[in-house]
Structures are given as C-alpha cells and as structure tokens.
C-alpha cells in the first residue's frame, strides 16, 4: 500500500509539472536497435511515470508520424517539412547477395548495367503511398518488395536476389560468408545520414527533451 501511495504520489507529481504520460518514437528500420535500447537504458530510471511506445517505420510512414504531430520523437533519414532535427549518425549501406548468385560469378568487376539486369530485394514503404523508394539504393527494374526486414534478408540468403543493406544488419552474415558484397567497380559504398527529428517546438515535453538528451548521449558513446 505504502508503495503504491508513492507510485500514486509520484505520477501527479509529474502530471502537475507537465511531464508526459507517453512518448511516441517512431524510428527509421535503418536505425540500429542497440541505439534505441540504449538510450532507453539511460531514459528509464528516472522517468517511472513515462511509457515509450516505439514505431517502427519505412520511409515515408516515419515521415507522415512526424508530419501529423502523432509522434513526439523520431530518428529518420531526413527532416521533413515543418520538423527540426540534428544529425545523429551516418549508416553504412552494403550492396550485397548469397555467394553462389549469378552476380558474384561472372569472375569481373560490376557496373550499373549488371545490376540493372538483376532482381534487387527492397523493403516496403510503410506509408499511406506505400511505394517510396530511396532513388540513391534504387538500381533495377525489377525488384521483389516485402514488408520486413527478415524476408528480405531470409531472401538474400536463398539466393533470390541482391540488396543494398545497412552493413549493421549483416554483420553476422558476412562473419560467416552467408553472404558477400558484391564486387562493384568503382568500390560501391553509400552512407545515409539518420538524423534526431523534432515534429515541432511546441510538441515537445520535458520527458520528450530527455529522451532526446538521452539518445544524444548514446550516440555519443
């Protein structure tokens, strides 16, 4: 009873000084989870009376969460019209496929013609168009879309097709030569920048700052 009486006390505590009950973030897939659950880590102990509900989005089903103030915080691949944000890291991108694929045999380095003729593995955008590609990653016409992470790494390690993918979702794979890079000429590499997305001044709490603070932190090791 006493310790309830202390939970009680202390979420009015916090409702009188304005603090929020909930925070919605809604990240990017490309952002890596140690990231997210670390700066939670670092959030939890001293925000008892403070849910995090986290989304997990696809281009522009981050940005539209954003965009309608229904997500108080957001780690995307770009500030979208009417939010704020910093740069938080840069994400590595991988063009990569099962070792036995058609691509990694021709015994020659790759252009973007060989790509072209090739299946490429996307993800679905989980926004309302549902079709948003990122155009720097977008190399063939023909292309296999599923709606998670998983299948499309399952697929890359059947053999379906190639994918450019953040090397942070591969490590393991590429440790155990599951899967290769592809042996393009020049060496191909893309980073993307994530960035800390504020939908708007006004939308932000003191338990959202500290959120914010706390990935802040993370990122900064």
């Known amino acids: 009873l006493v310790a309830d009486a202390v ?3 202390s979420s009015a505590a916090a409702f009188l000084q304005g603090r929020e009950t909930e925070i919605i973030l809604v990240t990017d897939l490309l952002c890596p989870t140690s990231l997210t659950l670390n700066a939670l880590k670092r959030f939890q102990p001293f925000n008892q009376t403070t849910g995090v509900l986290i989304r997990e989005e696809v281009l522009s089903g981050t940005e539209e969460l954003l965009q309608s103030g229904k997500a108080n915080l957001g780690i995307h691949s770009r500030i979208p019209p009417g ?3 910093e740069v938080l890291i840069d994400v590595e991108f991988l063009p990569v496929s099962h070792p036995q694929h058609e691509l990694q045999t021709l015994g020659r380095g790759l252009d973007i013609k060989d790509l072209a003729r090739a299946t490429q593995i996307f993800i679905r955008d989980t926004g309302t168009g549902g079709d948003q590609l ?4 977008n190399y063939s016409p023909q292309r296999w879309t599923v709606s998670s992470r998983e299948t499309a790494l399952e697929m890359l390690r059947h053999g379906f097709g190639f994918c450019w993918t953040p090397r942070h979702w591969i490590e393991e794979d590429l440790a155990a030569g599951r899967l290769c890079p592809l042996p393009l000429e020049p060496n191909e590499q893309r980073r993307i920048p994530l960035y800390l997305v504020f939908p708007s001044d006004k939308q932000i709490g003191p338990a959202t700052r500290e959120l914010a603070a706390c ?4 990122n900064a090791g």
Do not use: Q
Request: glycine share 8%; with cysteine.
């Open 215 to 218: 990935i802040r932190r993370e």
């Open 134 to 137: 990122n155009d720097d990653l």
């Open 83 to 85: 939010c704020t944000g």
């Open 7 to 9: 939970s009680l006390e």
